[in-house]
């Protein structure tokens, strides 16, 4: 898989669905509001996550390279801040059936969640 | 009757002048040859054609005289021919063919001469022709002939001597097994030092090979003498396995054999010579070194990296099972384009000028590198040489192995970015666990303020 320069991610590169398959938590990030979701959906400025219900919200993107280069999310609940997490990773693959991501993604409180995501091949 | 006994005594006279002529030629002493070769220009021809059957031609035995003569002038140009072709000994030999018809030609002039004596039959004109045709001189000149010949004939015998002795004593002395076998049954007449050593000086002089050397039966040894005897033609082998018991049981030799006929001077089969070279300790040290080779071809091939050698100058000699299944190409292809090329082009340069300073300097060699697979996938391989050095510490080839260490690689750049993410991770939790401190800070003195 193919490292995406950190830099270069914008909104484009994470709309769509995301599939957990991987998650590393501790005490703290129990708590999280993340910590059991198995979906998120993220498309312009909302969200969508899936634990059994549903819970909507919206997300933000934020670069800044003074203090730390990994584009930071951050993502709230009716108005309020429930998650903040950066992006450690993004990879991409190419197969027969499209395009395959992988995004790492390192919560505030200690939470890591591994995310894939498919999308179809290109048709003539 | 004094003419018919001076008639009869120069013919005989004559006829040795042939004899020692004939001898002189084959002895290499230049004379007018013509004489020898013509029945009709020698002595004894003239006294036949111009005297003897004008003369004596009611006698019966004159005309077997006169063919005897002729045959023996014949055999005389078979031998002078034979003689100017090479073939000196053969020629030398024949002179005893050309005695027995000349004694029966001397017999024949015997019996004319009596048969001329009882009937009284004469001629007075005889002894006038008798003495134009040899004088005493001449008599005297042959006896003198016949001598110098007699001391060439005895030099040129001696340095034959000394020649066939010197010959015997190096056949003798010879460093290979030289034995001379009689006959169609193979029967050692003679065998040289170092083959009567081999045998242990078991006396097997006169026993055929059947009788000395029973346990050849059926490897095929007896039959190939009996091929040389019949047909007359050599034979050579090298490295020929013969298991024989020399006097400490049975044991496996290789030799050298040449089997040569000998033949008589008419060409017929007399016996054959052997020479044959005892190269056992050659041969087993060859197979010691093929089994060897055989032994590494084995441990490279059972080894999970790619070999390789070189010569030299880095030239590709031999690669390993691995290479052919790794890289799907054969011997001749990956030989032909050289498998650099298959070296990822954002290595490749590294790699050669790294090796070629390595062909240069002899230093060791090591350098990481992706090479396409069968697949076309590129993986992540260590390359390593060290050079191969003769007994005078010179570099004669390259060793080197090629392991895939893609795995590793892969391990070692997802450790690095473990770091790495463990860094920015650290970095991330302490911005927030400061922020969160500043916001308790604030909520603090708020609270304080509040109170106060």
Redesign the interface.
Known sequence: MTNIDLNSIDAEHLKGTWEVKNRHLNNNAAQNVFADIRLIEIDGTKYKSVNGKERRGEWLMIKEQE????PQLKFFLDNQQVG?A?I??LLSDKDDNGEVYKL?L?F???LELILHKQTAPITA | MDNILLDFEQAKAKHLLFKSRLRSILYGMEINELPVLSHFECGVGKWIYNHALTEYGHIAEIHELEKVHADLHAVARDLVAMYKTGKVEEARSGLSKAEAIADKLVALLSVVEKKVERNDVTNSHAGDYQSREISMQELIDLVKANEALDKLIKKQNDVFSKQRLLLLESFMHLPAYVSILQGKEHRIELMNEPAKQLVNNKDIIGKTVREAFPELEGQGYFELLDKVYNEGEPFTGKEMPVKVDLGNGMQLMYSNISYYPLKDIHGNAEGILSFSYDVTEQVLARQRIEEAAKRAEFITNAMPQMVWTTDAAGKSIFFNENWFQNTGKTFEVLLAEGWFSLIHTAEAETFLTAWKKSIETGNYFAVEHRLKMHNNEHRWHLTRAIPEKNYNDEIVGWIGTTTDIHDLKFLQDQLKQSYEDLEVKVKFRNLELEKQNKDLLNQLTSSQLNNS
Do not use: A, P, V
């Not at chain 1, 203090?67 to 990994?70: D, E, S, V, W």
């Open positions: 203090i730390i280069y990994n903040n950066i450690t990773r790492t390192y505030s409180n200690g």
